[in-house]
């Protein structure tokens, strides 16, 4: 049961992200200054954030027991159990809306909707309200990445469909990639909450890397030997020499 919950959480919540972020790029797409529509869209993701914040803030214990054990990796059954036996009036949280707000809010899809009955009755609005929390605030960082050309050079938004396309059953590889860049100093300068930084950029390449990613990341590392490097190292650097050996006979065939 808690295993069918838990991919129903991801699901809806790849779903409702793809839902919103289609939304603000076709705006932008169509938009003559797409600088300042991408800049609108940001606004109004976050007049959306600031709202669920607020909901966030009245059930502060609730809120935080279910993130933190979400990212521990916890299934949605015993995170939701414990809410409902300790904090049953969370269960009613919401978004608070005051009078000055603009925040246009966007229902979930049919789709959407029934992914979300998949969840016991009671509840089913804490779990869409985390959804959206979650979206909404993962878009707020992710939109100013967004690369759009200058509006005097008359182009379109710059937008390329990313795919990691390593192993399915080797996610690992991605996480090691990121750590080994973030630590390094080549993202960020090193700063920064990595695990952010990791999830944010799985998202960038359509990597669903599940609840227990940190885990199998700690895992890889004891269970290795002292010294040895992941493999997804040595493929980096196999490729990039055949990469160059592939230039440079390119270059002398042809000069």
Do not use: C
């Not at 027991?65 to 995170?79: A, L, T, V, W």
């Not at 990341?217 to 997804?232: D, M, Q, R």
């Amino acid at each position: 049961m808690s295993t069918e919950l838990n991919k129903a959480y991801q699901d809806l919540h790849a779903s409702y992200t793809k839902t919103i972020e289609n939304i603000g790029i076709d705006r932008i797409n169509k938009a003559r200054d797409k600088a300042f529509a991408k800049d609108r869209f940001l606004s109004q993701v976050q007049n959306i954030l600031m709202a669920y914040s607020r909901g966030f803030s009245k059930h502060t214990e609730a809120s935080n027991y279910f993130s933190s054990q979400f990212r521990s990796g916890d299934s949605i059954e015993d995170i939701t159990d414990k809410i409902v036996k300790d904090y049953p009036e969370a269960l009613k949280i919401t978004v608070v809306v005051e009078g000055r707000d603009t925040a246009e809010f966007i229902e979930f899809s049919d789709n959407e909707t029934v992914l979300l009955k998949k969840f016991p009755a009671k509840i089913q609005q804490l779990i869409g309200f985390f959804i959206g929390y979650s979206v909404f605030s993962k878009l707020y960082e992710k939109i100013p990445s967004y690369n759009i050309e200058d509006k005097s050079s008359n182009k379109t938004i710059t937008t390329y469909p990313l795919e990691w396309t390593g192993e399915k059953g080797n996610k690992n590889e991605f996480v090691q990639l990121v750590y080994g860049l973030y630590k390094a100093g080549l993202i960020n300068n090193g700063k920064g909450e990595i695990t952010k930084i990791v999830e944010t950029l799985a998202e960038v390449f359509s990597l669903e890397l599940g609840n227990n990613w940190q885990s199998n990341l700690s895992a890889s590392i004891h269970n290795s030997k002292s010294g040895s490097n992941p493999p997804v190292f040595g493929k980096l650097r196999l490729a990039f020499e055949k990469y160059a050996k592939d230039l440079v006979e390119h270059k002398k065939k042809n000069s």
